[in-house]
């Protein structure tokens, strides 16, 4: 194993070896809270967060010791045996949700937690002549072959056909296009509450408890993927609790480890006792590397208040981007979100601002073309957020004539 590796290394190793399923020309090497550096040791303040993955920021010492501390004693026993970590992972899980009565499973990953939740509902709904599943437009649930059905969006899907059947697609955040889409055989409604890779889209207030009424007047099962949501991310647990409204079950994986992979599934009292053995497996679910991994997240949340610091400093960084977007209403919209899970919405592509913000040092993402998102860890103080508005603010007074020169060029097409 080499460890001091330049760039152009790296990247010569990658293309020869690794598929190009992305495009990526920076490595990283290191980390540290809410920084990272790359080959060359150039410092950015890392706004990505892995896609909302290190929640606690990198490295954070208190999972790295648990990290460590499982490691030497038990990484992997199967789920042919119990272990200790498991239980108490899932324990912690159910009080942050608040569904009394919840049971939970692990996996690995976001598409597999929902590809889980997908069975459950299929499982739950094969003894009432229930199979469909409604989820939204632009939506996003994974890469698998089911949860890239799921996904409302049709650039997952091509060349990949055929798609498994009984999924139906509704408009987020318009009630009566769900309530159009039941039927007697509909098992479930399966949304996000703040649609991340949609383009940070918060459900409307009434959204979210209008689901709920529809599936309790229907019997059906309602169905949350809080992937990119869940985990402290939006000043909440989970995103749903902004809403005051209970799924059956949800998703969870992205942050859940804060950098390990675990994903799981929290299911409600209609749901917990649904799958029984033999049903549904994973060779890795719930290890004990895994969930001390994960229960340290959970653990330093609460140790550390991040919930409220999630929450201020979402208001200060909320508050920071919409005097920016004020200062340019020619070619910025405004902008989006809850908590530390943020978008900026331009009226023009995102990539050239993202791509400014590198070269300063402010790693963000540009989503659904116009959107630009950040997702800085809950870590996060109020230095890291002054200079990251700063950055921003310099990059559009920067970009601001190329930007109003773009909008006028998508307006005459
Ligand atoms: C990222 C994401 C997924 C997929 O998770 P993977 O771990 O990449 O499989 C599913 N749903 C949502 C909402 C996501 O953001």
Redesign the pocket.
Known sequence: MKSEMTTSEIMALQEAFVMPTYAPKTALVRGEGCWVWDAEGKRYLDFCSG??VTNIGHSHPRQVAAIREQAEQLMHVSNLFMNPLQPQLAEALVRCSGLAGAKCFFCN??????EGLIKLARLWGSTRGRHEIITMRQ?????TLA?LTATGQDKVKHGFGPLPGGFVYADYNELDSVRALVNDQTAAIMV?AL???GGVIPSAPDFLPGLRALCDEMGILLLC?E???GVGRTGRWFGFQHYGVEPDAF?L??GLGGGFPI?GIVAGPRLADTFQPGHHATTFGGTPLGSAAALAVIETIEAEDLLANAVAMGERFMQGLADIAAAHPAWIEGVRGRGLMNGLVLKVPAAPLQQFLFEAGLLSIATAQRVLRMLPAMVVSAEEIDQALSWIDVACHALHDEMVALVMQVDEN
């Open positions: 896609i909302a990953s976001g598409a597999e937690a929902n939506s996003f649930h994974g890469r949860t996000e649609q991340g890779e993927d992937v990119q949501a998703s994986a992205k994903g």
